[in-house]
């Protein structure tokens, strides 16, 4: 028995010590990946307490102080927007405190790439605490995270955008034929799935027999945008390129089938409510990804002069260099540069203001953006308030799209 004991206290040892060791390893270069791990970590949190918590918060008074207990997928609710309420005020008082971070001689800078324990520790603890709090918060933020979640499509937006310019100038630069093909081929393929998407998108919600006026309206719109990406891109003064428009129309089409199929299970027009389990499943499925990649790009691409993430005094702006990189020699010139005040690669706050954001999307997607909670405890259909909110953000997204086509012709001497 003593043994024992001494054996697990000594593999204990070792554990700590080995997290320690792999957190102190968390550099300048790997912060930002680090805190895209911290990100998904929250995620697979509040996916595990969504299938798990419910029996536990059951038992908690200040959580089930109904006079009925609610259903179980009430519980599964409150226990993803608690956690997520959690990440949001961590991310938010991490982006309130870089505000302002001009040069990395700034004592928050250390704070930004440093301090992983006391970081995680805190998060830990935040999180915790958010079990503490009264439903009639956790209703609010549910409400406020709405609004943020649409703040977020439109920041995955203008990472798609900037995604897509880069693609296509990559593969200009190259100036050959096989890769003008290339453009040509994957510019056919994608506006030959947002024709069939489309196709399907009729099939499901303008069931034959009802009046759908609505939903007939926004698949046309969404029609009409695809053809007028083509025809602005391809205008002789425009000089765009048809890989951009062909990938937006593409995304235009799938918020309108996120919009869509957010609409209430009980409306006549929503063709999917037969197989509203596994579209959910999938949906859900498809929007955290996506969500993650969204993320996971904004770190990576962070100090890009083609982002929001990069301020105008970035030794970066303007630089097509890569944002991580690996090459020793520069690493070796960047250490005999310490001395010097360098101002920062890229905005800390915006950087820390898009977990926070993406915080509220991932609880909206676990959640389905169709429940609430009223005081009775019963579930509170707002399905419609999700629909508006996603084809709002498509309008948003042909609007900055063509923006990005005509701007540089309405304000020739400034860059975009």
Known sequence: MWAASC?????????????????????????????????GLSLIVAWILREVAAPLMENIPWINHFQKTPDREWFETDAVLRVSLGNFLFFTILALLMAGIKDQKDPRDQIHHGGWMAKIFCWFVIVVLMFFVPNGLVSFYETIAKFGSGLFLLVQVVLLLDFVHGWNESWVSKDEQFWYAALLIVSVVCYIGTFVFSGLLFHWFTPSGHECGLNMFFLVFTLILAFV???????????GSLLPASVIALYCMYLCYTGLSSEPRDYECNGLHNHSKAISTGSVTLGLLSTVLSVVYSAVRAGSSTTLLSPPSSPRAGSEKPLLPFD????????????????VSYSYSFFHL??????????????????????????????????????VTQWATAALYIWSLIAPILFPDREF
Do not use: Q
């Not at 054996?7 to 680090?34: D, F, K, Q």
């Open 7 to 39: 054996l697990a206290s000594c593999c204990a040892a070792c554990a700590c010590e080995a997290c320690r060791s792999a957190v102190g390893s968390i550099g300048r270069r790997s912060a930002r990946i680090a805190y895209c791990g911290l990100f």
């Open 229 to 239: 990406f083509a025809i602005v891109a391809l205008h002789p003064k425009i000089n």
């Open 328 to 343: 020793k020699s520069n690493a070796a010139d960047e250490d005999a540069k310490k001395d010097g005040p360098r101002p």
């Open 354 to 391: 898009i977990f926070s954001l993406a915080s509220m999307y991932s609880a909206m997607l676990l959640t389905g953006w169709s429940t609430s909670v009223g005081e009775s405890g019963k579930l509170v259909d707002v399905g419609w308030p999700s629909v508006w909110v996603r084809i």
